[in-house]
Nanobody, 130 residues
Framework: QVQLVESGGGSVEAGGSLKLSCSAS????????MGWFRQALGKEREAVAG?????????RYTDSVRGRFSISADNAEKTLYLQMDSLKPEDTAVYYC??????????????????????WGQGTQVTVSS
């Protein structure tokens, strides 16, 4: 049973940077399909970035963060990262790490769907002030 633990959240001023980490345990290798999601107060959980953890390392980003955020993974350390630069107040949310152990179908068509992921971390708060 994979367990995910996020860290690195905090408070930052607009324009600043944060780097989130997600440590995976209970597995020998990281799950192939992983992603970062966020949920702002009163809003639904939304995808931020996704990654296929293999030699190709394909990534996807939601439009609002493309060019500012970068997802990466260190399989040896079993850690997923989210580098967030040029942060905006609208990035304020609880950020969750997610993994899929049971993916079926095309990842490229559904990477952004929370329903496709069956393992979640507890979340880490990111607050961006203007």
């Amino acid at each position: 049973q994979v367990q995910l633990v996020e860290s690195g959240g905090g408070s930052v001023e607009a324009g600043g940077s944060l780097k989130l980490s997600c440590s995976a345990s209970g597995v020998t290798f990281m799950n192939k399909y992983m992603g970062w999601f966020r949920q702002a107060l009163g809003k639904e959980r939304e995808a931020v970035a996704g990654i296929i953890i293999d030699a190709g390392g394909s990534t996807r980003y939601t439009d609002s963060v493309r060019g500012r955020f970068s997802i990466s993974a260190d399989n040896a350390e079993k850690t997923l990262y989210l580098q967030m630069d040029s942060l905006k107040p609208e990035d304020t949310a609880v950020y969750y790490c997610a993994a899929s152990t049971t993916w079926t179908g095309s990842w490229y068509r559904a990477w952004y769907s929370p329903m496709k992921y069956n393992a979640w971390g507890q979340g880490t708060q990111v607050t961006v002030s203007s």
